[in-house]
């Protein structure tokens, strides 16, 4: 299960489910009242048009901008050992992504009002940016199979890290270390890093659609497991959509798979005229816009060349300010590196001439006592924050 041929299924071959295989008969079969446990699986994909880029498209995806960076590879700066060397990298970018800037999508309101009309089984989203929740899904309808910033907690002892003081470190680009005194360890927000498990509810629902009587994936590429094998285990039958800029995975190898090759705003909106819900959704989509916020809707307003203008802005943002934050981490160990050479230069003459030895060994145990004595005043600061 999960593991079937990726061929794309010919045209001659008759649906078994649906009357055919168009947005049309989806939309036939849900208001005949056959689709009423519908698993949806999402990913970046969704929310691009909130500014948000994605990580794996060939030349507007985070990972290919960050390449160019002095990172070890792109996806260090999500890797839990490099974290571990060096997190500023990562609260750099967590600067700029944090969920708390960003608007839902329309693709968002459509997932919430699958839940109000008592459709929803679950949604599987490997986003961390929280807009589901934002857009009003009940969160006991979502799976972050990949985490989120909702939460955040010590590497090391797992306590829990406030989220005022979280919402400071990250406006501010400060590392949080642990609250604890004894311990003093790395905090990050609960996503899952490479090198870290998924969530235990991730695998405590991972078979759940097989229960679903329709699934929609949208906006992701299917490449990471296992989360990409989620498709794979709805039942034979069961109608599943995909509404993506590609095809993935072996959605389309089954007489029943729709293909939406498109944005997924405008796919979801494509599916909500068809159900007679397009009025519904855009009433939902505009309860997320901000107060104070009298924007004309991105429907009237946005084209495709505007759009990838503004991700491309933003993905230069991201990546120029990391940039900024490893040349501030590079610089500092090399003026620590040619400071401590100097004195070891300093040490061997003395000793040449005779004189009392040099205090460099001193000298760089007082640096790295600094440095303790630093984190350990900001842990105590952050303390007495939390208790006032």
Not at 29 to 46: Q, S
Not at 225 to 240: D, I, K, T, W, Y
Not at 302 to 311: A, G, H, R, T, Y
Request: hydrophobic share 35%.
């Amino acid at each position: 299960m999960g593991q079937e041929n990726s061929a794309l299924v010919d045209d001659s071959t008759p649906s078994e489910t649906l009357q055919a295989r168009n947005i049309e008969a989806v939309a036939d079969y849900v208001k005949a009242g056959r689709a009423r446990k519908i698993v949806v699986m999402c990913g970046a994909g969704i929310s691009t048009s909130a500014g948000i880029p994605d990580f794996r498209s060939p030349e507007t995806g985070l990972y290919a901008n960050l390449a160019r960076l002095d990172l070890p590879y792109a996806e260090a700066v999500f890797e839990i050992s490099y974290f571990r060397a060096n997190p500023l990298p990562f609260y750099t970018l967590a600067h700029e992504l944090h969920p708390g800037k960003y608007r839902p999508t329309i693709s968002h309101s459509f997932l919430k009002l699958l839940a109000d009309k008592g459709l929803l089984l679950k949604v599987f989203t490997q986003n961390t940016d929280c807009l589901e929740t934002k857009a009003g899904v009940p969160r006991e309808k979502i799976i972050e199979a990949h985490g989120s910033f909702a939460s955040q907690r010590c590497i090391e002892c797992k306590t829990a890290y406030p989220d005022d003081l979280m919402k400071e470190n990250i406006e501010t680009r400060d590392v949080p270390y642990c609250l604890t005194q004894t311990c003093n360890g790395l905090v990050k927000p609960d996503i899952v890093f490479f090198g870290e498990p998924l969530p235990e509810e991730f695998h405590l629902n991972k078979t759940l659609p097989v229960d679903a009587d329709l699934c929609i994936v949208m906006g992701t590429s299917l490449s990471v497991h296992p989360f990409a094998g989620l498709p794979g285990f709805c039942s034979p039958g069961v109608p599943r959509v995909l509404i993506n800029l590609e095809r993935v995975g072996d959605l389309g190898s089954r007489p029943d798979d729709v293909i939406l090759l498109e944005e997924c705003d405008d796919g979801v909106r494509k599916l909500a005229t068809a159900l007679g819900w397009i009025d519904e959704l855009e009433a939902y989509w505009h309860e997320t816009k901000p107060e104070g916020d009298d924007a004309e809707s991105p429907k009237e307003t946005e084209n495709p060349e505007s759009k990838d203008e503004v991700l491309e802005t933003q993905i230069g943002i991201l990546t120029t300010e990391v940039e900024k934050s490893l040349k501030i981490t590079a610089d500092h160990d090399a003026w620590l590196r040619d400071f401590l050479r100097k004195e070891k230069e300093k040490q061997k003459d003395s000793a040449e001439l005779g004189k009392p030895d040099s205090t460099l060994p001193d000298l760089h145990e007082s640096v790295l006592e600094k440095d303790q004595t630093q984190k350990d005043q900001a842990g105590e600061e952050k303390v007495d924050a939390a208790q006032k």
